[in-house]
């Protein structure tokens, strides 16, 4: 990572590149004794639970909360339901968690692998909406109108992360399986795969259309594929969907061809683990388990004031706790130590320009912190393109006086979706 001596350059923050042998092995977590599961649906009320705890469940179920709501989750081990409660996440939403002790070995649920898999598209959706590296495989396959292109993320969204890389490097097959099979569950006429060049041979042989991407950051971003691959930028308020293109990860798609081919649901998650001295390891881990479980079998010990970070280092979540689970979106886990943080400040913006000529989206962040600041989110959105932010986070790790920029941009958004809900349904 480099930021120009004199300031007037953007950073070049490049993406690690799978390239030797010791790089793309996969290291497997054991069988946890305990998950976590979050259904990230926040009307569920306590009295509607059809859920109980003492619920024996097994392997790949699916388990609905309630009656009414066909949101539901995929158990990813075979075991007991100990708990049901509430987790507050990021940004304050809250959702259902369910807390499962696991049994001796896995009992595999056949639901799965009895439907009529002819029907490629009722099938995904009934049992296949959480998939391992998919934001939800649901919501791309349900958007009106439907999509005309779907865009496979062969490239890592953050620095550090080899997911999707290693994916396009190791799994080729399955990956050309899993086209066949999205060809089949989806309108779109047109499948293009984005890799960064070292992978280009690879990726020619599974059956889409193959774009080359660069390898700095923040080239990989959604918003930014859009801009540089398919030559269109996205509106203020609107997501890549309305424009009718769906992203879906290369670890994803191998995980679709895996259920069909199968018949079981996949349950384990690819994830980076970033360990305190910057040296990283892949490792394979049941959706569910614990963050300190992964750490534990890793020999990698954590002190007070180490911070855990869900994701990479630019626009991952600080937790809480190692307690909390790997999802099925968890593409990496960072450990920071504390004398590697630095810390936010509520210092006053000093005007340095450095996160205008960072931005990618040439967003004036120096007048839009002061709106978010005073709480004043829709005129940040109507005066300082609040909305057009891609979410990198290079405004916070540009900022010399340490401001939390990116955090202010995201509250910032999500209240200004919470007040566009509300005056909604008061029309």
């Known amino acids: 990572m480099k930021i120009p001596f004199f300031g007037l350059g953007k950073p070049k923050l490049k993406y690690p590149v799978v390239e030797s042998r010791g790089q793309d092995t996969i290291d497997k977590i054991p069988l946890p004794r305990k998950v976590t599961l979050f259904l990230k649906q926040t009307d569920v009320r306590s009295d509607d ?10 392997t790949g179920q699916k388990l609905r909360l309630t009656e009414e709501n066909d949101n539901y989750l995929i158990s990813t081990i075979t075991g007991t339901i100990t708990e049901i409660s509430w987790h507050t996440g990021y940004l304050g939403q809250t959702y259902p968690a369910v807390f499962v002790d696991a049994g001796e070995e896995d009992q595999w649920s056949r639901e799965f692998n009895e439907i009529d898999k002819k029907s490629l598209p009722d099938a995904a959706l009934k049992f296949l909406s959480c998939l391992p590296g998919a934001p939800d495989l649901g919501s791309l396959l349900n ?9 496979i993320n062969g490239t890592d969204k953050d620095l550090l992360v080899r997911v999707n890389q290693l994916t396009v490097k190791t799994e ?97 998650k690819i994830l980076t683990v970033v360990k305190q001295d910057g040296t990283s390891v892949n490792v394979r881990a049941r959706i569910g388990t614990h963050v300190k479980d992964i750490l534990s079998a890793l020999r990698i010990e954590t002190g007070w004031g180490d911070r855990l970070i869900l994701g ?11 307690d909390m689970p790997v999802l099925a979106d968890t593409d990496a886990i960072m450990v920071q130590d504390r004398e590697q943080i630095i810390w936010s400040s509520d210092s006053s913006c000093v005007n340095c320009g450095e996160c205008i000529r960072a931005c990618p989206a040439k967003i004036p962040v120096n007048m839009l912190v002061r709106l978010l600041e005073n709480g004043l989110y829709e005129e940040a959105a109507e005066e300082y393109d609040l909305l057009y932010c891609v979410e990198c986070g290079l405004c916070s790790y540009v900022c010399i006086a340490r401001i939390p920029l990116f955090h202010y941009i995201m509250l910032g958004k999500y209240e200004f979706a919470k007040i566009e809900r509300e005056e909604e349904s008061h029309a």
């Open 49 to 58: 639970l059809i859920l109980k705890i003492g619920e024996e469940i097994k």
């Open 143 to 151: 958007v009106k109108p439907a999509l005309n292109t779907m865009i």
């Open 172 to 268: 080729i097959e399955g990956l050309k399986e899993g086209i066949e099979y999205l060809k089949k569950i989806t309108p779109a006429s047109r499948i293009i795969i984005v890799v960064p060049p070292d992978l280009r041979s690879q990726a020619e042989q599974c059956g889409a259309e193959v774009k080359v991407i660069n390898v700095q950051y923040p080239d990989t971003l959604p918003k930014m594929i859009m801009k540089n691959v398919l030559g269109r930028v996205i509106p203020p308020g609107k997501n890549c969907e309305d424009m009718g293109v769906g992203f879906i990860n290369a670890e994803a798609v191998v995980a679709l061809a895996s259920a069909f081919t199968k018949g079981e649901i996949p349950i384990d």
């Open 312 to 322: 990479g280092p630019m626009t991952g979540h600080a937790v809480y706790s190692e």
